[in-house]
């Protein structure tokens, strides 16, 4: 069955591969030729090792030889390390760019609200056991503010008491004119000087403008 099978197969493959490996088998029945590629094969191995010594250990070998101290190479520094310190430094730039970008548009801001002649004023009294927070916005520009908004953050320990709300609006103020929200606070062993916020509003060239809440004063 399996000799079958062969001969299909030296059928078939035959004319194509005998032309190609006759001549060398029949080659490699000569006991010279044959010394002689095992030699050549020897001599090629001892050639490559020698080349692979002398770059890995010659500058060893050299300093054995001649007695003189051969200073160790320096480290490589690896793709790897090279890789991380390259992003490090592309992520320092972005960083920069990016806070320095932030600071150019928050100075455009303040510009933008110091030009727009709007003042914010915040007061603090204690009512009871409650704090009163009153903020005072006021209009000194030479037309209406709309849309105005009081949005104060408050630090761990200091809440809204009930029925008051962290954000509330006072709509449109004419020129010239104030309008103030109140905001009734509990304080639980929280930071008054810790809270923040800011007041929106919407100016006569229709861009949005943030005053962030001043330094609040204390009342009495």
Known sequence: MLQSIWDQLDEIFGPILHPIFDPVFAAL????????????IIWSFLVIGGLVFLVYEGRVFVGFVTGSKIA???????????????????SARLRKTSAEKSKQEGQERESKVQAS???????MKKSREAVLLTVTVHNGSDSKIDMVVVDIDLPAGVDAAIGSFRMQRLGSILAGQSES?????????????QIGGYVEFLGASYEVSKIPLPAIEVGT
């Open 29 to 40: 029945q000569d006991a010279s030729l044959r010394s002689m590629l095992l030699s050549a």
């Open 72 to 90: 160790p190479l320096p480290p490589a520094v690896s793709s790897k390390s090279t890789s991380k310190t390259r992003t490090q430094s592309e």
């Open 117 to 123: 002649g709007v003042r914010v004023s915040a007061k």
């Open 181 to 193: 929200k109140e905001f009734l606070l509990n304080v639980r062993g929280g930071d008054l000087s």
